[in-house]
């Protein structure tokens, strides 16, 4: 199983940007697939979810009506559009996969991460 982010960069305040997160060794039927992200000097922050069952998908409030998660069955990738960032936003995000369906809990496996910087 790998995860392979991309994507992150430097954006402006109020900008967008696109995250993938690109799978191989298994796909996404059956795993919850889930975005997490730890800025500089704090905890890793659950961002979003998408259950397997039903494609239900779930937002921190944080940043519920801003980022938007897409899967692509078809090129086993997922993405996270980030929308009207802010500063706060700035962190490394990582793309994560559970060996369940139904919620994304952190335990299962992880990528490497890709570095979103706000600028104000």
């Known amino acids: 199983v790998q995860l392979v982010e991309s994507g992150g960069g430097l954006v402006q305040a109020g900008g967008s940007l696109r995250l993938s997160c690109a799978a191989s060794?298994?796909?996404?039927?059956?795993?919850?697939i889930g975005w997490f992200r730890q800025a500089p000097g704090k905890e890793r922050e659950w961002v979003s979810c998408i259950e397997s069952s039903a494609g239900a998908k779930y937002y921190a409030d944080s940043v519920q009506g801003r980022f938007t998660m897409s899967t692509d069955n078809a090129k086993n990738t997922v993405y996270l559009q980030l929308n009207s960032v802010k500063p706060e936003d700035t962190a490394v995000y990582y793309c994560?996969?559970?060996?369940?369906?139904?919620?994304?809990?952190?335990?299962?496996?992880w990528g490497k991460g890709t570095q979103v910087s706000v600028s104000s």
């Open positions: 060794g298994f796909t996404f039927h059956g795993h919850a």
């Open positions: 994560t996969a559970e060996d369940v369906s139904t919620w994304c809990y952190g335990l299962g496996h």
